[in-house]
């Protein structure tokens, strides 16, 4: 019988808190995971970079509830966790972009289901 890509990946979260020791939580790798990507906006943030380097102001344009302030501070956060890069250009006006590093599209698989058990949330509740 061939195993479905849930019975996969919780095979594979098994393996991992088999590994993972979270007695401590200073050692445990779910709470340095949350610490690093639980804020509201970073996420959300991750999700339009995948793949591709957007400017501020794209950011900005694909996350309209964000503020200019959050946006700013919430991308500092995310260079300073080394998940994401950030390339200034010597231009007036200047002209910033921004990058997912390799560690943040390790993020991508969990993106994805996120973003499925997303949709069938909303659809549950729709009706």
């Not at 479905?4 to 709470?31: I, R």
Request: charge should be neutral.
């Amino acid at each position: 019988m061939a195993k479905t890509k849930a019975q996969t990946d919780k095979k594979n979260l098994d393996n991992v808190t088999e590994v993972a020791d979270c007695d401590a939580m200073s050692e445990c790798p779910v709470a340095a995971a949350i610490d690093v990507i639980g804020g509201k906006w970073t996420i959300i943030i991750l999700y339009h970079l995948r793949g591709k380097t957007l400017r501020f102001g794209e950011l900005k344009r694909e996350i309209p509830k964000i503020t200019q302030k959050m946006l700013t501070h919430q991308l500092r956060e995310l260079e300073s966790h080394k998940l994401v890069t950030r390339k200034v250009y010597a231009e007036v006006p200047p002209r910033v972009e921004y990058t997912p590093t390799e560690l943040a599209d390790k993020l991508n698989p969990a993106l994805d289901l996120l973003c499925d058990w997303g949709a069938e949330y909303q659809q549950v509740h729709k009706a």
